[in-house]
């Protein structure tokens, strides 16, 4: 399923459907916050709280486990979203001047989206590629041996690719 720009009346519907379906179950709440960012793309307050009551937890658990797990995000991700690995084979070769630069070409600090939606930037502490360090992915793209001066480039080609796509 495509992601949802708007909370639509289709989007609570089906939201509450899911809630429904998993009430009472073990690991309800886990899998309706799955569901909403696979299907919202993030969790918003109004989210939350929409299924803190749906399934009778308080808003604090449901904003604990929103926050603690790194696939879940509070904030709408952009269309493209770049992980920087700064375990530390990655940061002992170089990844933060590589996210220093993403920052600067992106006009943004790691964990902001871009104006135009198009790029998320954000930190991770291991892609599990330490041979292939500093690495970045760029949704399930791996670019490894990353150095400062290839993120232009990089992202450039998704510009072109975005670009392209629009013209098709």
């Known amino acids: 399923m495509e992601k949802k720009s708007c909370l639509c009346e289709e989007l609570w519907s089906e939201l509450d459907n899911v809630i429904a379906s998993k009430r009472g179950k073990p ?15 993030y969790l918003p307050r109004e989210v939350q709280v929409r299924v803190a009551e749906g399934l009778g937890v308080a808003l604090s658990e449901v904003y604990g486990v929103a926050t603690f797990y790194a696939f879940f995000s509070l904030k709408p991700k952009g269309k493209y979203q770049i992980s920087c690995c700064k375990g530390t084979a990655c940061y002992v070769r170089g ?7 993403f ?3 992106l006009g943004v600090k790691a964990g902001d989206t871009t104006d135009d939606g198009m790029f998320s930037l954000e930190v991770v502490r291991c892609l599990g590629a330490c041979g292939l360090s500093p690495v970045i992915t760029v949704n399930k793209d791996t670019h490894a041996r990353m150095k400062a001066d290839l993120v232009p480039g990089i992202l450039s080609k998704y510009r072109k690719a975005e670009l392209a796509s629009e013209t098709a």
């Open 103 to 105: 920052e600067r070409e």
């Open 95 to 101: 990844a933060p001047q590589v996210l220093e630069r």
């Open 27 to 41: 690991g309800a709440l886990m899998q309706v916050l799955h569901w909403a960012q696979e299907n919202i793309g």
